[in-house]
C-alpha cells in the first residue's frame, strides 16, 4: 500500500501511496447493485519516542464517494472539489487509488518517524445519501440526477434492502511505513548537478548570424 517516504529539497517529508483492488468480494456486488460508498484515507504521521507513547505529529485525511449511476451506467466519483464520470469501474479505481500522495511540515532532523496509512471503505447511510444527493442537484447540470429516483436512481429504502443482501459494511486496509530520520532521507536526496561552464567559443558571435554571445 505504501510506495515510499521521501522529502523535498526544501525538507518536507512526504508519502506515496496506492490501495490495490479495493472493491472485490461483497464490496464489488455493492458497487454494481449501485449502493453508494464512502472511501476514506487517513494519513498519520507519528514521532518515535523511547520509554514512553509515541506522539502523532500531523493527520491528512480525504474522503470520496463512489457510487454507480444506474440510470445512466456510468460510475461516479465525487469529492468536495470536483464529480467525475467514468464508463467502468476499473478507470475510477484507477483516479480514486493509484498514485496518491501526501506532504507533511517540516521535521526534526535528527528525530525518529513513521507513517500509518488507513483506507477504509463503507457504505452511506440514508441520511449520508440525502445529503449526497442534495449536494449533486446542486453541483450537476440539469438532467444528470434523477428526481424521482434519487442519487443513482435508488430510493433510501433500497440501499437499505441492498445492504441487508449483499451484508456491505466498514472495510479497513491498514499499512505502516519503516522508521526514518528527516535527516538520513536529505543525504539520500541527488545532488544537484553542477552549472555547465560556458567555452570561449560558446560565447563568441556567430560570424554570419550578427546575434551576440550570451554575457558570463
Same mark, same amino acid.
Not at 151 to 157: E, F, H, P, R, Y
Given at each position: ?33 449501485? =449502493? ?6 487517513? /494519513? ?66 535528527? #528525530? ?16 449520508? =445519501? ?9 453541483? =450537476? ?16 429504502? &433500497?440501499?437499505?434492502? &441492498? ?9 479497513? /486496509? #491498514? ?24 567555452? #570561449? ?16
Amino acid at each position: 500500500m505504501i510506495e515510499n517516504v521521501g522529502l523535498t529539497s526544501q525538507g518536507f517529508p512526504y508519502v506515496s501511496y496506492r490501495l490495490d483492488r479495493p472493491f472485490e468480494g461483497k464490496v464489488l456486488e455493492g458497487i454494481r447493485s449501485g =449502493l453508494p460508498s464512502t472511501l476514506t484515507y487517513t /494519513v498519520e504521521l507519528w514521532r518515535r519516542r523511547s520509554g514512553w507513547w509515541d506522539r502523532l505529529e500531523e493527520t491528512r485525511e480525504s474522503q470520496a464517494r463512489v457510487l454507480r449511476d444506474l440510470l445512466n451506467e456510468e460510475y461516479v466519483l465525487v469529492t468536495g472539489e470536483e464529480v467525475r464520470r467514468f464508463r467502468n469501474l476499473e478507470a475510477l479505481t484507477e483516479a480514486a487509488c493509484a498514485h496518491r500522495r501526501e506532504y507533511f511540515h517540516s521535521l526534526g532532523a535528527r #528525530r525518529t518517524y513513521y507513517i500509518v496509512v488507513t483506507a477504509n471503505l463503507a457504505p452511506l447511510s440514508v441520511e449520508d =445519501l440525502r445529503e449526497l444527493e442534495s449536494w449533486l442537484q446542486g453541483s =450537476l447540470r440539469s438532467g444528470e440526477v434523477s428526481p424521482r429516483g434519487g442519487v443513482a436512481g435508488l430510493s433510501g429504502t &433500497l440501499v437499505g434492502m &441492498l445492504l441487508a443482501w449483499t451484508g456491505f459494511g466498514d472495510d479497513d /486496509v #491498514r499499512a505502516r511505513s519503516t522508521t526514518f530520520v528527516p535527516e538520513q532521507l536529505l543525504r539520500d536526496l541527488p545532488a544537484a548537478p553542477l552549472a555547465r561552464q560556458s567555452t #570561449r567559443s560558446e560565447n563568441a558571435t556567430a560570424p554570419d548570424s550578427g546575434a551576440t554571445g550570451a554575457r558570463p
